[in-house]
């Protein structure tokens, strides 16, 4: 991005962002999904609210057809069998072939020797555009891949840095006391596998490697509910079909979590608000969610 000063490249970013949620809306993407079967119909309809179309297949053998017609495709080990992992081995290989945008979700990983070995697998044998986890599963990357800017703190074995299950350690929720830190562990992890990475959490942390893109919208309870991950991946899959990774990654971070920011607005003003009221509405927000909503709501600042 070769724009020198800060206030035009924040300017810049949102008016792409902008056009980027015109095209998914006009093109209607479609986006190849071996996801976690626990959240796989959430993954589906928020492809369907933003303006893509989703296609779910588990199958190697339909793997290469559905590759052809594909714009896109998002990886999620959320819940992997021997049969998916063969899947998504051959729909990377495929996807890599026909240079169709790769995302990878890399739920749990560090729980399980299968996942931290699958993990290492396909970031090392294909080429992944996006790598989208919460900052736990990011630093436990980072640390499979021997990053050498790693803190004390995350400088254990591998045995021993693991997460308590799917979701983010307390100790590693993004905050603003700790932005940098994490920050600068997100831009050298992306330079280091050439790939964007995404850190989700109360405050987004994107980086292609030279810059990092900081998102402070959202909802607390987006955390709570099974699958705001997992949709996020699905989304960021959506917009790359039609759009540049980074972009990509900005836009559908921004459309997820301004989506969760007007539920939380609408509810409190016409009923209490709970966690199966949120999940619920928050696919009608992705729906609604108008063009100007992003620029009028986002919270975005830039760190080099």
Known sequence: M???NLNNKKSYILNEVKKSFRKVKEENPLTYCI???VTVNDCANAVLAIGGSPIIAYNEEEVEDIINIAKSLVINIGNPSKDEIKAMKKACYFANKKDIPIIFDPVGVGISKLRNEL???LIQNYNINIIRGNMSEVKTIAKLFNLNSLKSDYSKSTQEYKQKGVDVNIEDIITKENILENGILVK???KKLNTIIVASGPIDLISDGEIIITISNGNDMMPKITGSGCMLSTIIAT????NNP???AIAASLHITIAGEKVGKYKKSTAELGLGTFHQ???????????????????IEIIE
């Not at 917009?239 to 039609?242: A, D, L, P």
């Open 2 to 4: 070769n724009i020198n």
């Open 35 to 37: 996801t976690n079967s």
């Open 119 to 121: 993990s290492l697998n």
């Open 188 to 190: 050298e992890l992306a």
């Open 239 to 242: 917009y790359s079909g039609v």
């Open 246 to 248: 980074l972009i990509s």
């Open 281 to 299: 509405y928050l696919i009608d927000y992705l729906y609604l969610l108008k063009e100007n909503d992003i620029s009028k709501n986002a919270r």
